[in-house]
Antibody, heavy 121, light 107 residues
Framework: QVQLQESGPGLVKPSGTLSLTCTVS?????????WTWVRQPPGKGLEWIGK???????NYNPSLKSRVTMSIDKSKNQFSLNLSSVTAADTAVYYC??????????????WGQGALVTVSS | DIQMTQSPSSLSAFVGDRITITCRAS??????LNWYHQKAGKAPQLLIY???NLQSGVPSRFSGSGSGTDFTLTISTLQPEDFATYYC?????????FGQGTKVVIK
């Protein structure tokens, strides 16, 4: 059973950089899957941030592209998110997810429990 | 970006009811449509992928249909554990986008 777990600071100062890591267990990050980040501001809906593949290939939401970097560490079975120049609007629960590879519908079949990141001084 | 619009935004129902949630895409997405539900304080869980395919382990009371721009999620007999918020998501193009959610509450 694949499991994902987010980790990182829960509080980031305005203008700083939000950094989160997702550790994958029960499966290999080098499998034929995209690995993604999705966020959810308190009381609001879901926003797709972007995706990363084990080759290092990435694809980001254009609305965040100038501030987002995703990377993968195959030796640790982890992938990471960096979001720069954060403001209060970036306060959200951040989820890491796996995109199922088989059907091609880009369904996210495994999710981490989520990490709340608050942007505040 | 493809806009996903769900209706209703919320609905109240009794245990045992049959309910339907609709999701409309701003342009045709074929059957690249997935459904999730999210219980309070938890991560979303995949229910349906490819508009009508039941994810492994999901009860058969859940079903999905549609193609192009109009999709539906139906719960045939609502159970207590089904009270949650439901989201559709298009997998057709980047950025992947979600509907705004439909909150199902107990009447």
């Amino acid at each position: 059973q694949v499991q994902l777990q987010e980790s990182g600071p829960g509080l980031v100062k305005p203008s700083g950089t939000l950094s989160l890591t997702c550790t994958v267990s029960g499966g290999s990050i080098s499998s034929n899957n995209w690995w993604t980040w999705v966020r959810q501001p308190p009381g609001k809906g879901l926003e797709w941030i972007g995706k990363v593949y084990h080759s290092g290939g990435t694809n980001y939401n254009p609305s965040l592209k100038s501030r987002v970097t995703m990377s993968i560490d195959k030796s640790k079975n982890q992938f990471s998110l960096n979001l720069s120049s954060v403001t209060a609007a970036d306060t959200a629960v951040y989820y890491c997810t796996r995109v199922a590879s088989v059907s091609g519908n880009y369904e996210m079949d495994y999710w981490g429990q989520g990490a709340l990141v608050t942007v505040s001084s | 970006d493809i806009q996903m619009t769900q209706s209703p935004s919320s609905l109240s129902a009794f245990v045992g009811d049959r309910i339907t949630i609709t999701c409309r895409a701003s342009q045709s997405i074929g059957t690249y449509l997935n459904w999730y539900h999210q219980k309070a304080g938890k991560a979303p869980q995949l229910l349906i992928y490819g508009a009508s395919n039941l994810q492994s382990g999901v009860p058969s009371r859940f079903s999905g249909s549609g193609s192009g721009t109009d999709f539906t999620l139906t719960i045939s007999t609502l159970q207590p554990e089904d009270f949650a918020t439901y989201y559709c998501q298009q997998g057709y193009s980047t950025p992947k986008t979600f509907g705004q959610g439909t909150k199902v509450v107990i009447k």
